[in-house]
């Protein structure tokens, strides 16, 4: 499977610090009616049997909406419950051993933070490559801002997609203009929301002007 450049427009990242009594099931949908392009189920927390109960239910849903499901550093959930992906950092496994395990039918992400990186992902089987934190952000707090000028570097190094993600929300996207990337990937900016469908949809329009036609 090659990664439609499409999919990264609105990323979703999930995270249950912001339930208030929701399932992630309920708050996932709500996203999805809101128009998110991609949802990574991100569990750092959960052990496997309920990281892949989680999966199981949200993969139907993304289903809905042919939306990918992609699953954050954990390849044996991933292949499990039937997910379109595994998305790893530079700290998880390495790529080119997740691609061996997952094969070629199913899109492999990988964080990268600067043009090496990102050339040494795509030859070891990245589809789409997330750049950041492109932001300050408190989902992070390990890695450094990455500049406009690093994202067009990394843009101009690959030809996968390209999403950013780190302290982005509605007030800043347009920041992102000419940079080259594909979209968006939000974590708080979404699962914070309350009405996560309709920041969703206001998200997605930002995000739309941002890469323009």
Same mark, same amino acid.
């Given at each position: 499977?090659?990664?439609?450049?499409?999919?990264?427009?609105?990323?979703?990242?999930?995270?249950?610090?912001?339930?208030?009594?929701?399932?992630?099931?309920?708050?996932?949908?709500?996203?999805?009616?809101?128009?998110?392009?991609?949802?990574?189920?991100?569990?750092?927390?959960?052990?496997?049997?309920?990281?892949?109960?989680?999966?199981?239910?949200?993969?139907?849903?993304?289903?809905?909406?042919?939306?990918?499901?992609?699953?954050?550093?954990?390849?044996?959930?991933?292949?499990?419950?039937?997910?379109?992906?595994?998305?790893?950092?530079?700290?998880?496994?390495?790529? %080119?051993?997740? #691609?061996?395990? /997952? !094969?070629?039918?199913?899109?492999? +992400? =990988?964080?990268?933070?600067?043009?090496?990186? *990102?050339?040494?992902?795509?030859?070891?089987?990245?589809?789409?490559?997330?750049?950041?934190?492109?932001?300050?952000?408190?989902?992070?707090?390990?890695?450094?801002?990455?500049?406009?000028?690093?994202?067009?570097?990394?843009?101009?190094?690959?030809?996968?997609?390209?999403?950013?993600?780190? %302290?982005?929300? #509605?007030?800043? /996207? !347009?920041?992102?203009?000419?940079? +080259? =990337?594909?979209?968006?990937?939000?974590?708080? *900016?979404?699962?914070?929301?309350?009405?996560?469908?309709?920041?969703?949809?206001?998200?997605?329009?930002?995000?739309?002007?941002?890469?323009?036609?």
């Amino acid at each position: 499977m090659r990664c439609d450049k499409r999919h990264m427009l609105l990323y979703a990242v999930t995270d249950r610090a912001w339930l208030h009594g929701q399932t992630l099931a309920q708050q996932v949908e709500e996203a999805l009616r809101g128009g998110v392009t991609c949802v990574q189920l991100r569990e750092k927390e959960l052990d496997d049997g309920a990281f892949l109960r989680e999966a199981e239910a949200l993969l139907p849903l993304c289903r809905r909406y042919h939306v990918p499901l992609i699953v954050n550093d954990n390849v044996e959930v991933a292949l499990a419950c039937g997910a379109d992906g595994v998305h790893v950092g530079q700290e998880d496994m390495a790529a %080119g051993e997740v #691609r061996r395990r /997952i !094969g070629e039918d199913k899109l492999l +992400g =990988v964080s990268v933070h600067t043009v090496e990186e *990102a050339v040494e992902a795509v030859r070891n089987g990245a589809d789409y490559l997330g750049l950041g934190a492109v932001f300050p952000t408190s989902t992070k707090t390990d890695v450094d801002q990455m500049s406009i000028g690093t994202l067009r570097a990394i843009r101009a190094a690959v030809e996968v997609p390209l999403v950013a993600i780190g %302290g982005i929300h #509605r007030g800043n /996207i !347009g920041q992102l203009a000419g940079s +080259g =990337v594909d979209g968006v990937a939000l974590v708080s *900016a979404i699962f914070s929301a309350a009405d996560i469908q309709a920041a969703c949809r206001e998200l997605r329009r930002l995000s739309e002007e941002m890469v323009g036609p």
